[in-house]
């Protein structure tokens, strides 16, 4: 693989033992995957952030790499599993909260933005279409690729932040013009009303299109909480990084419609979200998976004012997201409703299954899908009917 002068030092060492070590991991991997050079990026995005899923071993990871290792592009943080400052009131344990404040140090030490959420598209870190990006949230990563028209593969910790430390990327995969094309068409004849029909739909097609570039044909509208949300469960049930919409996003007329076609009708949209649906009463409310954006905090706010919530009920988003609600008036009655805005965090990475929740009503596939994995239950519905859960009485 060619590299550049600059690259050669790095890799020799010259800009110090973080830089030389991440460089050595972007080289193995373009060796694995035949790129012919490293491409710079223009920000980057690291997962692997809550200790739930670190453990010790990224710990002493980012404690070494912090040492001496410098984010050289902005680099945004995924959440954390929990808030970082209101913990103790979220039933966080003190020897978690501990570790986890640890991991964040390093990686303020390394020069990354603290700003623990999924959507940076959202809250500051907005790439443009064209540019090439290293982020390592699936969900994200889909919706660079699909909705910006931004350029990245599917990101590792490890790869994510080696990309930050040397402000590259292996040339190969997303990155490049041939390997943006549909390979599935999708015929949607369902009449999808809700980003929860976004996001069931996208948890089927994933299963079918698995790591393949869906293209969608016959969606007429979908605004930022509906693509959100299909980026967010076409990731998890599959390992779409990619997808097009004919009409909606920015590359959806690259390449021909692709003879593998697939139709989802009425039928399809029904049984998806009767198969995200388990029995049982919710004791653990959650919405803002992906994070929250402002309009859905500004519904959250409509629907909560002078309720009174019952139920542990998280509203997850960014800092910066929670910052715009604060100065439009949405968190005042979303939190005195006795609801909380959990930042920094989510259902997901928090350890809610060791906070003694059994049964969580979500409006997210993709939280369904991960808290399932967690060995607990998920009853798949409306934001709306998620604010009617935790708001009834028991
Ligand atoms: Fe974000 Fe957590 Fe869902 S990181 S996409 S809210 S699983």
Redesign the pocket.
Known sequence: MFLTTEEERMLSGEEGNATRKAMMILVALGKIYGADRLVEVSSVQVSGVSYKNLGDAGLEFLDDLARDGRARVKTTL??AGMSLTEWKSQGIQPEFAEKQLRVIDAYRKLGVEISC???PYIAGNEPEFGQHIAWG????VAYANSVIGARTNREGGPSALAASLTGRTPLYGLHLDGNRVPTLTVYVEARLESPEDFSAMGYSVGKKATDGIPLFRGIKEADLEDLKTLS?AMASSGGVAMFHIDGITPEAGVGPHPANRVTFTPKDLKDARLSLDDEGVPDFVSV????CSLPELALLAKLLRGARVRREFWI?CSREVKRQSDEAGYSRWILGSGAKIATDT????APVEELGHRVVATN?A??CH?LRNAGLRVRFMSLEECVAVATESR
């Open positions: 995924n959440p959420t999924c959507t949230e699936s969900s994200a967010a803002g998976c992906p994070h997850c989510c259902m997901v990475v997210s993709k939280a991960y």
